[in-house]
């Protein structure tokens, strides 16, 4: 069964470095999501993505964020200068819209700022 | 922004039992979603709902959409252990935001053997 793919599975960088997190969807969608979850919390939406543009995004999802897809699998989340409240895990996912979409998630990436 | 209210925030249970558990929001959504996760992964999806009034099955899970389009409940019959997690209800508003999905806070399951 396809499936949406993140990597790495764990990053730990410092305080202001740059992070890239990497997410291949399911190969026939089109329309790809990032979420994040800190530790305990629930899950929180931040981007969505179609025809290589942002559809929407979250309050969170501010200047220091941004997305990709660089070529024709890959969809990136770039966080120029983290921060210690960076610190989640981060889901991509992505969806077939058609009459009924289905958000199928990866398995996250973790991200940890110190 | 639109919030989800899901209970409970946890239950212990024994095996064989029954779960149920739900979520409300004060705002319409069009489509519901349920997700179970499982620690240091991903939301996996168990069912989803696209018409109020919806009822749908998924072997030992049941979920309904709302007639009002803003809840939604969950059942689980006859827990077995592998049950254990957090479950998650999500919701899709439509228009605009069509793709956006608002998480619920989640309810974690123990199931005593």
């Known amino acids: 069964e396809p499936e949406v793919t993140q990597t790495p599975s764990h990053q730990v960088t410092q305080m202001g470095q740059e992070v890239i997190l990497r997410c291949v969807p399911i190969s026939n969608h089109l329309y790809f999501y990032w979420y994040r979850q800190i530790l305990g919390q629930k899950v929180e939406f931040l981007v969505s993505f179609y025809n290589n543009e942002i559809s929407e995004k979250s309050e969170i999802f501010d200047d220091q964020f941004s997305v990709e897809r660089p070529d024709g699998s890959n969809f990136t989340l770039k966080i120029r200068s983290t921060k210690l409240e960076d610190s989640a895990m981060y889901f991509c996912?992505?969806?077939?819209?058609?009459?009924?979409?289905?958000?199928?998630f990866g398995p996250g990436t973790r991200l940890l700022v110190l | 922004g639109q919030q989800l209210n899901q209970s409970p925030q946890s239950m212990f249970i024994q095996e064989g039992e029954d779960v149920s558990m739900n979520c409300t929001s004060s705002?319409?959504?069009?489509?519901w979603l349920w997700y179970k996760q499982d620690p240091g992964e991903g939301p996996v999806l168990l069912i989803a709902?696209?018409?109020?009034?919806e009822l749908t099955s998924n072997g030992r899970l049941t979920a309904q959409f709302g007639i009002t389009r803003k809840d939604s409940f969950l059942n689980i019959s006859a827990s077995i252990p592998s049950d254990v997690g957090i479950y998650f209800c999500?919701?899709?508003?439509?228009?605009?935001?069509?793709?956006?999905?608002?998480f619920g806070q989640g309810t974690i399951l123990t199931v005593h053997p």
């Open positions: 996912a992505s969806a077939d819209r058609g009459p009924q979409e289905t958000q199928y």
């Open positions: 999500a919701g899709q508003p439509g228009g605009t935001s069509y793709g956006k999905l608002t």
């Open positions: 705002s319409i959504f069009n489509t």
């Open positions: 709902l696209y018409k109020a009034g």
